[in-house]
Nanobody, 122 residues
Framework: QVALVESGGGSVQTGGSLILSCGAS????????MAWFRQAPGKEREGVAT???????TYEDSVKGRFFIFEGIAENTLYLQMNNLKSEDTAMYYC????????????????WGQGTQVTVSS
């Protein structure tokens, strides 16, 4: 049983930075695609970034060059470094895992954390 726990959310001003963490416990190894999703009020959950089993990162267009997904040295922690935050980045951010294959579609993922709120204000 894989469990994911996010942390690091909070309130920040426009242009600021945050780093989100996702700790994985249970049987999880480098055969899982790891990803970050977000969901703003009234909007569908959307993919933000994925980290595949070969260590290749993929980003949603609006966060390219601002957000960076990476794994910790121990490889049981996933991070999302978020820079130059904008008001439209305000959302609940979720960590997710999927066996082998990566996707930006939230319906493809079966393992989820509880989410961490990010609020960006001017």
């Amino acid at each position: 049983q894989v469990a994911l726990v996010e942390s690091g959310g909070g309130s920040v001003q426009t242009g600021g930075s945050l780093i989100l963490s996702c700790g994985a416990s249970g049987y999880i190894n480098n055969r899982y695609c790891m990803a970050w999703f977000r969901q703003a009020p009234g909007k569908e959950r959307e993919g933000v970034a994925t980290f595949d089993i070969d260590g290749i990162a993929t980003y949603e267009d609006s966060v390219k060059g601002r957000f960076f997904i990476f794994e910790g040295i121990a490889e049981n922690t996933l991070y999302l470094q978020m820079n130059n935050l904008k008001s439209e980045d305000t959302a609940m951010y979720y960590c997710a895992a999927r066996w082998i294959y990566c996707s930006m579609g939230w319906r493809d993922f079966g393992v989820w954390g509880q989410g961490t709120q990010v609020t960006v204000s001017s």
